[in-house]
Structures are given as C-alpha cells and as structure tokens.
C-alpha cells in the first residue's frame, strides 16, 4: 500500500468525485427516515494542502484552484454548495484544507443518520480517527474493504450510499476486484445505492471494466466521466469516471449538467470530453454528449 490520499487531495479527480457525491448524498436527505453513509476507502477525512505532500505535487491547481477560479455564470447548483463546504471547512480549521468524502458526508447527515468509514492503512486509519472518533453515529474500522464491506451491509437503515474509491495498485487493468465486490455487496443489498470512482488511463481498460459490469447482470448502472485529456493519452490519468448503481431520479440528467459545466473549467484541452450514459437496464439513453471543443 504505497498510495497516500494526500498527494492528490483536491485535483480535478477529486472535485469531480466530491461534486457527484454532494449530489446523492442531497438525494438521501430528501427522506426524513435515517440513511447510513459507508465509505470503503475513507483515507483521513481533510487534507492540508499546506503541507509538504500536497505543495510537492501541487495537485490541487487541477481542480480546486480552477474551480476557486472559475467564472460562476452557470454554475450547477451543486458545484455551489461544493465550494461552501470547501469555505465551511476553511474556516472551521484556518487553513487550507480540503475536505475529503468523510467530511462532506458528515456534514450532511442529520442527527438521525450514520457514518461507517473504513480504512486499511494504519497511519490513515489513526489521523481518521484523531479526526473524526468524537462525531455522533460515526464509527471507524481499521479494516479491508474487500471483507469489511459484505459483513456491514444491509445497514439496519435500509438506505444509504457505499461509496467505494479504491486507489487502483492492486485493482489497475480491467478493475476487476472492484466488480467482484460490487458483485457481493450488491447481492446482500440490492437496493443500496453504490458510487464506484474509477481512474481513466487506457480506454480499452475502461471498455473491459464496462463489460464486467454489465456481465453481472445488475440492473440500474450508471456511468459518468470527464475527460480532461484524450482517453488513451499515454501521459497518465486522463479523465476520472464514477459509476452508480441505483442512482437517485434524474441523477443521470443532474450528472450532465455538473460535467458539461465543469468540463472548460477544468481543461482546455480540445479533446476534452464528458459522458453520462446507462450501462444496463434503462432503455432510455440520457441525452449523449460527443467528444467536443472547449468552445460551446
Ligand atoms: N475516499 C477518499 C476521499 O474521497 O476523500 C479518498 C480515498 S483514497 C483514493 C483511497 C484510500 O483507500 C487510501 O487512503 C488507502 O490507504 C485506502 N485503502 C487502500 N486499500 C484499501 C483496502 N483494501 N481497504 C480499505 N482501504 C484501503
């Protein structure tokens, strides 16, 4: 396990991943019967992007400066609320700090809900806890999300949201151990809602990790993905993708308008791209978006 979240706190990833999941989590707090939030892979919960890790890689120029940058004309409402939960924790901390998905699902939550966040890596898993132990209904686990997960579902809730953001050493090529455990969990809960992120490196990989997931035969999979360079650039991580199963209603239309606007902000490159597109069982396609220019 060589990969720490803090070197990549707050880049394009991140702002895409973080954005889409303000929007579900919004989407469970329309019911006032409690949800139960599980994020598989919690890493610390807030990142200082004062520090080293963060100023050596300088990551977050990728996504939160352009975001902070940005022209608001437009703005989907919850790109807004995104940058007032940056502010909020900002202020709360002093600093310059970036919330990672622990944080923005606590802050969602009302008394009635919980948090169950897992973490592998034990120095993580310790700043997670220093962080967040003294949070109502929240409980932090030191634990494997590939065993963790199927022991902890279906929450005595009945609804919620799993996220699930591996850092793909151990998942790269056709993400198949991510399908493997969407397969477990989704047969002990079939109506959760699931958020898988996913990188975009090689687009055959993607092709291949599509077709997994439609093998499982699972109905309701949503893909979404935002492509700051080609997809087959050799240069590294090209876009970011997130899929959800059982999304919320019009969540696929929701995703569009979020990608289609972030799409000039966080690149200019003319082959930048976004989708948002049924993987199985909607008849109906969501309104497809070719490949196009920075220039709309
Ligand atoms: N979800 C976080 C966010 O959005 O703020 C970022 C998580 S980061 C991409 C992935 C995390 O998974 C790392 O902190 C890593 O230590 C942890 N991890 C790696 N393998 C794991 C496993 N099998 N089970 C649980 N956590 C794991």
Known sequence: MNYRHHFHAGNFADVVK?????????SLRRKDTPFCYIDTHAGIG????????????????????????????????LVNDYQKA?????AERGGFWYPGSPWLALQAMRPQDRAVLMELHPED????????????????????????????????????????????????????????LLKKA??????????????????????????R?????????????????PPDNQLGLNGTGMIIVNPPWQFAETALDILKWLKPVLSEHAQ????????????????????????E
């Not at 973080?18 to 919004?26: E, F, I, S």
């Not at 992120?197 to 990790?209: G, L, M, N, V």
Request: hydrophobic content about 40%; some cysteine.
């Open 272 to 295: 930048s791209s976004y989708k948002v597109e049924w993987l199985n069982g909607e008849a109906a396609p969501v309104k497809k978006v070719p490949v196009d220019k920075f220039a």
């Open 125 to 180: 898993a310790g700043t997670l806890r220093q962080f967040f132990s003294r949070r109502d209904n929240t409980s932090i686990h030191e634990r494997n999300a590939y065993e963790g997960l199927a022991a902890l579902i279906p929450p005595k809730e009945k609804r919620g949201l799993v996220l699930i953001d591996p850092p793909y050493e151990e998942e790269r090529d056709d993400y198949a151990p991510v399908v493997e």
């Open 186 to 211: 989704h047969s002990k809960w079939p109506t959760g809602m699931y958020a898988i992120w996913f990188p975009i490196k090689d687009h055959h990989a993607i092709t291949r990790f599509y077709r």
């Open 213 to 229: 997931l439609r093998n499982t035969g699972i109905p309701k999979i949503l893909t979404t993905e935002l492509c700051v360079l």
């Open 86 to 90: 940056v502010t909020a924790l900002q």
């Open 46 to 77: 807030i990142y200082d992007l004062g520090a080293s890790a963060a100023q050596r890689t300088l990551e977050f120029k990728t996504g939160l400066s352009r975001i902070k940058a940005a022209d608001a004309t437009g703005m989907p409402a």
């Open 18 to 26: 973080h954005v889409l999941l303000l929007g579900l989590l919004d």
